[in-house]
Nanobody, 122 residues
Framework: QVPLVESGGGLVQAGGSLRLSCAAS????????MGWFRQAPGKEREFVASITWTGGRTLYGDSVKDRFTISRDNAKNTVYLQMNSLKPGDTAVYYC???????????????WGQGTQVTVSS
């Protein structure tokens, strides 16, 4: 297993913000695309955002575009997800994952973290 460890989840009121972090080992992180997905109870895992190694290209899911921002600090082997204007519908377990290419598809990501819970109250 290649460790990916998410942190930063919690309970926040609607309209609030949270920043998630995902720390990886050097070999896990170096030269790879990193992505965030989320899964709410009873729903399929949903693509949130992904970012290339250089940070020069990003992709966002339609439901989070213009509210969430993905970034990475390669010196710290960490990828971030800044979440603003949170809504109750954003409540889910958030996972980070690694891929060789920029993609929205679950199956293109080979290593996953254990997830961090985000709960948005109305």
């Amino acid at each position: 297993q290649v460790p990916l460890v998410e942190s930063g989840g919690g309970l926040v009121q609607a309209g609030g913000s949270l920043r998630l972090s995902c720390a990886a080992s050097g070999r896990t992180f170096s030269s790879y695309v990193m992505g965030w997905f989320r899964q709410a109870p009873g729903k399929e895992r949903e693509f949130v955002a992904s970012i290339t190694w250089t940070g020069g290209r990003t992709l966002y899911g339609d439901s989070v575009k213009d509210r969430f921002t993905i970034s990475r600090d390669n010196a710290k082997n960490t990828v971030y997800l800044q979440m603003n204007s949170l809504k109750p519908g954003d409540t889910a377990v958030y996972y980070c994952a690694r891929s060789v290419g920029l993609s929205r598809r679950n199956e293109d990501y080979d290593y996953w973290g254990q997830g961090t819970q985000v709960t948005v109250s109305s």
